[in-house]
């Protein structure tokens, strides 16, 4: 199959377990095809020449006719390059969302060029993509990533990867971090980093002559959550938080950012056609060289652990270990697919992190009161002073709430994608297989049929009142939904619950005068559009 390149074939051949994973791929395909096809009333054949009259479940009873896309509302082809090359709509994406909401509806069309895409912004609609979803769902054509590891002889993760090769590697590692009790085991690591973020944030102050603020949050939060994710990914500690950062971090936090700040480059990386790079070549240069970086930081940190146990073995000691080790030992996956697992999983789980919590101390010094009750529950559930693992968390709502409420008024991926694998209806229209859709998360999150008033900042909104209250919703999913969704949502949530409770615990969070109002912007994912500066004063014990 196309989608196998050839160095995750290679594996295949050698792994009986892969063989297996292929027999129950095709299995499992075959069997959501055919309960798609009963779900829809697609008869086999009718999959091929599109049904005038096919229908869905709920339009069955009034044979409504669908809809084609031609029918479909959105902007003109010309209105959206404007919008987009003219008017920088590349970092408005969250703003066009609720725009294009506003006047095309629940669900309309855009056109980029010669991609189409359809935009789903309404709960439901958004639960009936999500619900309907195959084995193995595709979000986005990943066509550069893919070719940057075929040329370099390396292997697809979890992000880059499609079809069998992500679901071998998505059922090895959905056993190992999925579930809160997975992470949970983490707490003692995660806190010692929380340790570490507390005394850089009493060294960037003093380096101020309030002696209260610091700057940029988020360059602190992102050390935070480099060293968090890496503690937990790696078994080891990178140095994030000390003065002098170690120089193969310093390269790695150098790609990474290459990555990102360069973000439009990226993008144009995959965009611009193969046959133009002679003439502009600095995109894919500078996309292959991050991930150069990324790659190498990675191998070097597997490298390390898997000599470390090979001397084990060879002095006769039993292996203990967290992650890294268990997958190193197990072998369900080749070292080259958990270089490439752990150098994706690294670079998603960082800058989403950090993000967060930016937005979350920022939130919660501009709501002094709802910080005051948050603290109020945190030192009576806790006690003054005691440090909270994993297993408090379920008695601190509030601070689950506040993770929760930050998400859904700066849900880091503003819009989620998925192909469609399948002929599809949604909102009365036909979708046909292989359309892009785009999930708008971000309009939902603040649609008040979802939330009732949806901009007033309130993590209360998620605490249940009784065991039937509903406060969940499709309406804000900053973590998608199902088998595709984020494999490290305990990962993140175990790093940002820890540190909020204990940032809460030791500091009132006010906002410096040098912050006013700090708006959103979209660069790839959503993120402060400026720096945000913030005063952390010691609260008296
Ligand atoms: C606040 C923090 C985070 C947010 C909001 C977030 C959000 C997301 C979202 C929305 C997706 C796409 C889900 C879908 O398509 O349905 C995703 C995928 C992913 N995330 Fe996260 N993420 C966060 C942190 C992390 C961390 C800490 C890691 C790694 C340790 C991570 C690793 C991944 C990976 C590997 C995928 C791709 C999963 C797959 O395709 O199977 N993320 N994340």
Same mark, same amino acid.
């Given at each position: 199959m196309a989608i196998l390149n050839h160095f995750a074939t290679a594996c295949w051949k050698n792994m009986q377990g892969y063989r297996l994973n292929k027999q129950l791929f095709v299995f499992l395909r075959a069997l959501h095809k055919s309960t798609a096809r009963e779900e829809f009333g697609i008869s086999a054949a009718g999959e091929k020449a599109m049904p005038e009259r096919l229908t869905t479940p709920a339009d069955v009873g009034k044979k409504t006719r669908l809809k084609t896309l031609k029918e479909m509302p959105g902007p003109s082809a010309l209105s959206n390059f404007i919008e987009f090359f003219w008017r920088d709509g590349f970092s408005r994406v969250h703003e066009i969302q609720m725009e294009h909401r506003k006047k095309y509806g629940k669900i309309f069309k855009s056109r980029f060029g010669p991609q189409l895409v359809v935009s789903v912004a309404d709960r439901d609609l958004v639960a009936e993509v999500l619900r309907a979803e195959g084995v193995a769902p595709q979000r986005a054509n990943m066509e550069s990533w893919k070719e940057y590891r075929d040329m370099r002889g390396r292997s697809t993760g979890l992000i880059s990867a499609e079809g069998e090769d992500w679901l071998m590697m998505r059922s090895v590692l959905r056993q190992l971090v999925m579930r809160p009790r997975d992470v949970a085991v983490f707490s003692d690591d995660v806190n010692q980093v929380v340790d570490d973020l507390i005394k850089r944030v009493a060294i960037l102050r003093n380096q101020e002559s309030d002696g209260a603020t610091v700057l940029n949050v988020n360059d602190l939060f992102f050390k935070y959550a480099m060293e968090g994710v890496a503690v937990i990914l790696y078994e080891s500690r990178l140095g994030c938080l000390e003065n002098q950062i170690p120089q193969e971090t310093q390269d790695y936090i150098g790609a990474l950012h290459l990555m990102f700040s360069s973000f439009k480059t990226t993008m144009y990386a995959g965009a611009i056609p193969k046959w133009l790079r002679p003439v502009i070549p600095k995109p894919w240069e500078e996309f292959c060289f991050s991930w150069d970086g990324l790659f190498k930081f990675s191998s070097i940190h597997v490298d390390k652990r898997l000599a470390e146990i090979k001397a084990q073995l060879e002095r006769g000691e039993e292996v203990k270990g967290g992650l890294l080790t268990h997958m190193l030992i197990t072998k369900e996956m080749s070292t080259e697919e958990i270089y490439a697992n752990f150098t994706e999983m690294l670079l998603a789980g960082v800058d989403t992190t950090s993000f967060t919590l930016s937005w979350a101390c920022y939130l919660l010094a501009r709501h002094p009161q709802i910080q005051q009750q948050i603290f109020t529950e945190v030192t009576e559930t806790l006690g003054p002073g005691a440090v909270a693992t994993a297993d408090d968390v379920p008695r601190l709502p509030l601070i689950r709430g506040l993770v929760k409420e930050t998400l859904r008024f700066f849900p880091v991926l503003p819009g989620n994608g998925r192909i469609t694998q399948d002929d599809l209806v949604v909102g009365g229209y036909f979708i046909p297989k292989g359309t892009q859709l785009a999930l708008c998360h971000y309009s939902t999150s603040f649609d008040e049929e979802n939330f009732g008033d949806a901009s007033d900042f309130r993590p209360d909104r998620w605490i249940r009142k009784d065991s039937t209250d509903r406060v969940d919703n499709f309406g804000s999913i900053p973590f998608g939904? @199902? !088998?595709?969704?984020? !494999? @490290?949502k305990r990962i993140a949530e175990l790093e940002m619950h820890l540190a909020l409770t204990r940032l809460i615990q030791k500091f009132h969070i006010g906002v410096s005068p040098l912050t006013t109002d700090v708006k959103a912007k979209t660069h790839g994912l959503l993120c402060p559009a400026a720096p945000i500066h913030l005063q952390f004063i010691d609260r008296e014990n």
């Open positions: 939904y @199902g !088998i595709r969704s984020c !494999i @490290g």
